[in-house]
């Protein structure tokens, strides 16, 4: 079995524990929730049999808040900080800050270790959205099927 083929294995059992059918599209990618809010995103790049796996953590503002939480954001970016290897990063078209990291597939060829890497992206998350709903507390909650802005 090749690499390619061992993490697919691997994704589909993990799929099982969460209860999804879960593989990878022909752009190899594939995406699920986790702890019920948490969307992630896995991506698996054939060149190189590497994967990134991402969440989004919230939606900057187009405000004069934008400026103020992007630093907030890189001050939880400190390196070796957050778990699992992930860090912090802003998609600039969208908006979205982003938890995300990079892996050798080979390191992911079990449904164990796909779980350890999808739970650090979800603990970063959680910490940053606690951290931001401290630093910038506001009233406009969003509802469960829009963006979250930090």
């Known amino acids: 079995m090749d690499v390619k083929e061992a993490f697919c294995s ?5 799929g099982g524990r969460l209860g999804a059918a ?14 019920g809010e948490t969307g992630v995103e896995l991506r698996y790049f ?12 919230g939606v900057l503002p187009e405000d004069g808040r934008a400026g ?5 954001l890189l001050a939880l970016n400190e390196p070796g900080a957050a ?6 990063s802003m998609d600039p078209d969208t908006r979205r800050a982003l938890a995300h990291c990079k892996c050798a597939a080979e390191d992911l060829c079990s449904a164990d270790a796909i779980a350890a890497k999808v739970s650090c992206l ?17 009233d406009d909650i969003p509802q469960e099927d829009e963006e979250r802005e930090v």
């Open 22 to 35: 879960l593989s990878l599209d022909p752009s190899g990618a594939c995406d699920f929730a986790v702890d």
């Open 46 to 57: 054939d060149e190189s049999d590497t994967v990134v796996a991402w969440t989004v953590v």
């Open 10 to 14: 691997s994704l589909a059992e993990f």
């Open 122 to 138: 979800a603990e970063l998350a959680t910490a940053v959205r606690e951290d931001f709903a401290i630093r910038f507390p506001c």
């Open 68 to 72: 103020e939480r992007a630093l907030a």
């Open 83 to 88: 778990p699992g290897g992930c860090t912090l």
